[in-house]
Nanobody, 126 residues
Framework: EVQLVESGGGLVQAGGSLRLSCAAS????????IGWFRQAPGKEREFVSA????????YDADSVKGRFTISRDNAENTVYLQMNSLKPEDTAVYYC???????????????????WGRGTLVIVSS
């Protein structure tokens, strides 16, 4: 059974940092691209960042470029999202997502995702 478990969310002041983790199990982690999406109250779930199954490519939404960094540790079956210079508009539930096996398509499209975690809440106060 595919499981994605997020952690690391919390309350932080604007300008601060958080690191989210996504621990994966139930599948061959090295063969799957992993991404992060977020959903703010009353808004649609939106793409944040993704890393390819090989780790050779990363993708970021324009709103987080230069502030967020995604990385993966295949030995630990974990993907990280380092979030710096946080803004109140970053407040949302952040979801970890697994793409299909050896995926080379559009990482930005939430309809491409095969499996979701339950999410972790990030609140950025002004």
């Amino acid at each position: 059974e595919v499981q994605l478990v997020e952690s690391g969310g919390g309350l932080v002041q604007a300008g601060g940092s958080l690191r989210l983790s996504c621990a994966a199990s139930g599948f061959t982690f090295d063969d799957y691209g992993i991404g992060w999406f977020r959903q703010a109250p009353g808004k649609e779930r939106e793409f944040v960042s993704a890393i390819s199954w090989s780790g050779g490519s990363t993708y970021d939404a324009d709103s987080v470029k230069g502030r967020f960094t995604i990385s993966r540790d295949n030995a630990e079956n974990t993907v990280y999202l380092q979030m710096n210079s946080l803004k109140p508009e970053d407040t949302a539930v952040y979801y970890c997502a697994a793409y299909p096996l050896w995926y080379t398509g559009n990482y930005y499209d939430r309809n491409s995702v095969d499996a979701w975690g339950r999410g972790t809440l990030v609140i950025v106060s002004s």
